[in-house]
């Protein structure tokens, strides 16, 4: 693509790209500058510093029962049926749908 691509093949028409390149380039710059920023910030660093503590003490444990905490030992796929299962028999009642789903 980089030797029979646009900016190739259309060279020779006395058309560039160099407007568009520089353009994109620029914006590419102001991107990664924000990111930058973003990146350095402050909060940015306490957040994920809460974040790896949350996720160590398993934080989002101690809001749930015995029963389920059992759930999340539960494979995923088995929560994912039963999820969507609910959600189509709630989708079904609140359209009147008498669709099934088809296996």
Known sequence: MVE???RTRYAQEGESFEALLTTVEERRLAAYAIA???????????FGLNLRAFLARRGW???LSGAE?????EPA????RETLERLHKRGSHRTGSSMTREE
């Open 69 to 73: 905490l059992l759930r999340l030992t």
């Open 36 to 46: 930058q920023e973003v990146i350095d910030d402050p909060s940015t660093t306490r």
């Open 61 to 63: 444990r101690s809001a």
């Open 77 to 80: 796929r088995l929560f994912a």
């Open 4 to 6: 029979d691509g646009p």
